[in-house]
Nanobody, 125 residues
Framework: QVQLVESGGGLVQAGGSLRLSCVASGRTPSSGVMGWFRQAPGKEREFVAAITWSGYNTVYTDSVKGRFTISRDNAKNTVYLQMSSLKPEDTAVYYC??????????????????WGQGTQVTVSS
C-alpha cells in the first residue's frame, strides 16, 4: 500500500501564496505519476495538476495556469504544489493522488489509485 499525507493548507488572503506538500510512504507506485485535485463545498472533485516521475512533464487545469506550480523531490518522496495569486475560488480541500499504473498525466480522478486525506485551503477576499 501507498500512504499519502498532505500538509501546508491554511487561511490566506486573496493574492497570497501557499505551498502544499504531499509525502508518500510505503510501496512505491509503479507509475510514478502524481496529481493534485481539489473539492469545494457542494462541488465535484476537480483536477488541478499532475507531474511525471521525472518531473519533466506537467499539466495544469486552465484556471490555475501561471499561478500554480507542481514539482517533486523524489529523494524526499514529496510532491509540492506552490500556489500564488490565490483567489477566493481556489478555496477547497486539496488532495494528493498517485497512479499505480499508466504513465500519462491523467486529469481523471478514476485513474489514480491512492489518495491522501486532504488539506483545507481557504482564501479570503
Amino acid at each position: 500500500q501507498v500512504q499519502l499525507v498532505e500538509s501546508g493548507g491554511g487561511l490566506v488572503q486573496a493574492g497570497g501564496s501557499l505551498r502544499l506538500s504531499c509525502v508518500a510512504s510505503g510501496r512505491t507506485p509503479s507509475s510514478g505519476v502524481m496529481g493534485w485535485f481539489r473539492q469545494a463545498p457542494g462541488k465535484e472533485r476537480e483536477f488541478v495538476a499532475a507531474i511525471t516521475w521525472s518531473g519533466y512533464n506537467t499539466v495544469y487545469t486552465d484556471s490555475v495556469k501561471g499561478r500554480f506550480t507542481i514539482s517533486r523531490d523524489n529523494a524526499k518522496n514529496t510532491v509540492y504544489l506552490q500556489m500564488s495569486s490565490l483567489k477566493p475560488e481556489d478555496t477547497a480541500v486539496y488532495y494528493c493522488a498517485a497512479r499505480n499504473r499508466g504513465y500519462s498525466l491523467s486529469r481523471n480522478s478514476g485513474d489514480y489509485n491512492y489518495w491522501g486525506q486532504g488539506t483545507q485551503v481557504t482564501v479570503s477576499s
